[in-house]
């Protein structure tokens, strides 16, 4: 039997964001399931415009007896992150991310995935993100993202 629905709503000063108009709907690993048992997320930009992400760890994220996957909270910010830098007008994929695990993440909870865009330099751009919910921080991560060709990423975003 499915889980009960989530509140998943956003900062009364934040916006809905489209990923799949932006990046296509292949972000299934993470995004694919709305009502499934393993992530629940929405999208949001803030009022500066950065990416945030409201998300739901299911029972099926689960790593430490009642607590999230180290892998499952990765995806997260490989997509969210890597999302970020679409979102900034930057057409990327992951080169390198990295993961601080500061406290173990219960599931069955919301928590919010924040953003930001450290830095440009050639291809290379740098975003930092973090899953927080309150005064509590579950995972840090700075992400490296390399631009691609824009032919590659209209191919990649299903626009060619
Ligand atoms: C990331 C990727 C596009 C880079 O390949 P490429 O286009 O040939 O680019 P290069 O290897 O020339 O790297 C470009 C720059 O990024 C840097 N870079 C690339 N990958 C890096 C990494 N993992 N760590 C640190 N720097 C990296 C390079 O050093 C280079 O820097 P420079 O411009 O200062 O010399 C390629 O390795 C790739 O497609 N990887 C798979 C990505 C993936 O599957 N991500 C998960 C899904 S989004
Ligand atoms: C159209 C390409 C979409 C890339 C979206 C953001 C990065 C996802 C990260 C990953 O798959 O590892």
């Known amino acids: ?66 607590h999230a996957h180290g892998g499952s909270m990765a995806a997260v910010m490989d997509e969210v992150l890597g999302l970020a830098a679409w979102a900034a007008g930057y057409p990327i994929v992951v080169g390198n991310l990295n993961v601080d695990f500061r406290n173990l993440l219960p599931l069955q909870q919301v928590v919010t995935v924040e953003s930001e865009i450290l830095s440009t330099s050639g291809r290379k751009v740098m975003v930092r993100g973090r899953i927080c919910k309150g005064d509590t921080v579950y995972a840090e991560a700075d992400c490296l993202c390399i631009t691609i060709p824009e032919q590659a990423a209209a191919e990649l975003a299903g626009k060619h």
């Open 1 to 66: 039997m499915p889980m009960p629905p989530v509140d998943l709503s956003g900062e009364a000063n934040w916006t809905e964001f489209d990923a799949p108009s932006l990046v296509g709907a292949s972000l299934r690993f993470v995004s694919g399931e709305p009502e499934g048992d393993r992530y629940r997320v929405r999208y949001y930009r803030n009022a500066d415009g950065a990416l945030r992400a409201r998300i739901w760890f299911g029972p099926e994220t689960e790593g430490p007896p009642g």
